[in-house]
């Protein structure tokens, strides 16, 4: 992404809908559609030949799915960013579109600024929901902590932001995870960030106490060099 432009590429089989997104995103600042495709298939296509900012993918398109387009664009290219733009607003849609690497879920309801937004914090890197997706999740979370739930308590994360959060949990600081997973630690500081959101925590200590109820961190031998 350059400091000026945010370039957008649309996936929807609605021409409707595509126009529309394309009128509202030209119309704001620092944000260009270069393109629109109306297949999952084109979606990846597109991707992989323009590497877009980027990506606003409906899920239910023709071809493999919003879905796994998203995996798909994801694993090619992790510096695209796809922004879920939808009308499916369940929760096994929602999880599995943000485990497939999602760094945001807007149902289509939202308005125009709401849109705008979405798409410069998806840009930056941010993890980001409509109000009416992040009450899902939180109404999940709350259920799963009644009913003693473990794992499953954290649909919404990727197996990396799990692991990252693991390691939180055991202690580890951000020098450790950058040396221990090989990242850098821009990028350590934006995973940790999304699980932040994603879990709808404060801070660290809150993310702690949370995933160590869920049974996260129990392996830690830490050791002053490792943290």
């Not at 919003?66 to 929602?94: K, N, W, Y």
């Not at 308590?153 to 693991?166: C, K, N, S, Y």
Request: hydrophobic letters at 45%; one cysteine or more; proline letters at 3%.
């Amino acid at each position: 992404m350059t400091a000026d432009l945010i370039r957008v590429l649309v996936a929807d089989d609605h021409p409707s809908v595509r126009a529309g997104v394309r009128t509202l995103l030209d119309m704001t600042g620092g944000i260009q559609v270069i393109a629109e495709v109306d297949t999952s298939d084109d979606a990846i296509r597109m991707a992989r030949e323009l590497q877009p900012d980027v990506v606003m993918m409906d899920l239910r398109m023709p071809g493999l799915g919003g879905v796994e387009a998203t995996r798909t664009v994801v694993q090619e290219s992790p510096h695209i960013a796809v922004l879920c733009f939808t009308m499916v607003e369940d929760s096994d849609a929602v999880f599995a579109a943000i485990r497939a690497g999602a760094r945001g879920y807007l149902l289509k309801e939202s308005g125009s600024a709401e849109l705008a937004r979405a798409v410069q914090a998806v840009a930056k890197g941010e993890f980001i929901t409509s109000p009416a997706i992040a009450k899902r999740i939180s109404s999940f979370f709350e259920a799963s902590t009644r009913t003693g739930g473990a794992l499953e308590a954290f649909p919404v994360l990727t197996a990396r932001e799990r692991e990252i959060l693991d390691l939180i949990a055991q202690g580890r600081n951000n020098a450790y995870l950058a040396r221990h997973l090989m990242l850098s630690p821009k990028t350590v500081r934006n995973h940790i960030s999304n699980i932040f959101a994603k879990l709808h925590v404060a801070d660290r200590a809150e993310a702690i106490v949370r995933a160590r109820e869920a049974g996260l961190g129990r392996t830690s031998h830490t050791t002053g060099e490792q943290r």
